[in-house]
């Protein structure tokens, strides 16, 4: 009984491991995303609106806001 107790715990433990694994991957994925669109591109619609995506995907949300400063008029646009 103690062994197989032991093997049960040992696989539920890999199984946390596991995934947590697989949600860093995601992660990292997502910020070399947006790594690339930064470097590649040099349109801030196109880096934003992927920026927004991913972090769309990586919270679970519904939907994300970014706010650009305008520091001539120190005011918040929104985008």
Do not use: F, W
Not at 24 to 44: F, M, W
Not at 53 to 64: K, L, R, S, T
């Amino acid at each position: 009984m103690n062994t197989l107790a032991n093997q049960a715990a040992i696989a539920l433990e890999n199984s946390r491991l596991h995934k947590e694994t697989q949600q860093q991957v995601k992660k990292l994925q997502a910020l070399h995303s947006i790594d690339l669109a930064i470097t590649n591109s040099l349109d801030l619609k196109i880096t934003l609106d992927l920026l927004t995506h991913e972090v769309i995907e990586q919270c679970g949300a519904d939907a994300a806001a970014i706010y650009l400063l305008q520091p001539d008029i120190n005011n918040l646009e929104y985008y």
